[in-house]
């Protein structure tokens, strides 16, 4: 399948540190999403951004699109430990009138106090 | 709050059994998935609705079968349980059109013996 690839596979801080996670796709998109999931949960959503979008903020989450790289960046800054999770990208890949998303294999962030 | 419940949070089948795995949301999604998340695969779409009483296959829909009688309902089948089928499982929704995020409930972390 097509999947999303995330960058890199792990990731240690330290607390106040910011974080930057990256994803690449392959083919032409609709939207990008960010999701991060704790240790044995469900996924929780984080942040949308559109393919006509460049930059989004939610918080201190930051995220970039660029379309013609076919890369994006999940920038979280000011680290907690409460941060510590795995983060995953998805892409949702134009299949006519619906849309379905496609998940990396998702990086592990632990940020130490 | 919305909500995304699945009925087990763990779930210990024989070889060979028929297993149901259930997903109830209240959020009055037309869109539902099936995903299996196993350690170093990331998550792979098995079936997905876009309506009731619709149903299509995802990445890995073999050895799986779904249903959806009701629009909050989507259960996910194992016809004949085996060890391979071990994982966690994951439901999840979304609205239509598709702008926004997914909502996935918690998990049903499933072992075949």
């Known amino acids: 399948s097509q999947q999303g690839e995330e960058d890199p596979q792990a990731l240690s801080i330290q607390e106040g540190e910011n974080a930057t996670m990256n994803c690449s796709y392959k083919t032409s998109i609709n939207n990008l999403q960010w999701y991060r999931q704790n240790s044995g949960r469900g996924l929780v959503h984080l942040i949308l951004?559109?393919?006509?979008?460049r930059e989004k903020h939610s918080g201190r989450l930051r995220v970039t699109l660029d379309t013609s790289k076919k890369s994006s960046s999940l920038l979280i800054t000011a680290s907690r430990a409460a941060d510590t999770a795995s983060y995953f990208c998805?892409?949702?890949?134009?299949?006519?009138?619906?849309?379905?998303?496609?998940f990396g294999k998702g990086i592990t962030l632990s940020v130490r106090p | 709050d919305v909500k995304v419940t699945q009925s087990s949070r763990y779930l210990v089948k024989r070889t060979g059994e028929k297993v149901f795995l259930e997903c109830v949301q209240d959020?009055?999604?037309?869109?539902m998935f099936w995903y299996r998340q196993d350690p170093g695969l990331g998550l792979r779409l098995i079936y997905f609705s876009y309506d009731v009483k619709m149903k299509e296959k995802g990445d890995i829909p073999e050895g799986y079968s779904v249903s959806r009688e009701k629009k909050e309902r989507f259960s996910l089948i194992l016809e004949s349980a085996s060890t391979n089928q071990t994982s966690m499982y994951l439901c999840a929704s979304s609205s239509h059109p598709f702008n926004y995020g997914y909502t996935f409930g918690s998990g049903t972390r499933l072992t075949v013996v």
């Open positions: 959020m009055d999604h037309e869109n």
């Open positions: 951004i559109r393919s006509n979008e």
């Open positions: 998805a892409t949702d890949y134009l299949t006519g009138a619906n849309s379905k998303l496609t």
